[in-house]
């Protein structure tokens, strides 16, 4: 697909996202099952069942544009989730591989944002006032997933890994 618009490098955007979202569905409840804290696995199962609204909203803007979400693979987040796998596979103690959990999650999350804060501004200039609201409030969603990867491990998991 040629970039010649705009529009083109909105529509590429948004399969990339489309892409990175479907990939997550698949990761999360891996990284769920790896988890050792209930509060980080209730974090990654509530992730999930946003993860799939996401997916929807992307479907719903790709439905407005006409376009297809296929074509396109995300290897950002392909490249972020094998980070994800290596942790999964370490040996150690739980507090500790929880906390690496913790950090694979957020590179997560920060791709997301960045991702979803262009494509919404792109929207915006677009005149894609629907896309670009869908867009903000999956932005604000990862944000706050954001946070929340922070308090947990602020509030238990970084403590007790340091022990």
Known sequence: MALDTLHDLFVDELKDLYSAETQLTKALPKMAEGANSEELVHAFESHLNETKEHVQRLEDIFSELQASPRGKKCVGMEGLIEEGKEVLKEKGQDWVL??????????????????????????????????????????DEEGAADKKLTAIAESSVNALAAL
């Open 98 to 139: 929880d906390a690496a959990l913790i950090g694979a999650a957020q590179r997560v999350e920060h791709y997301e944002m960045a991702a979803y804060g262009t494509a919404r501004e792109h929207a915006e200039k677009l005149g894609l006032y629907k896309a670009a609201r869908l867009l903000q409030t999956t932005l």
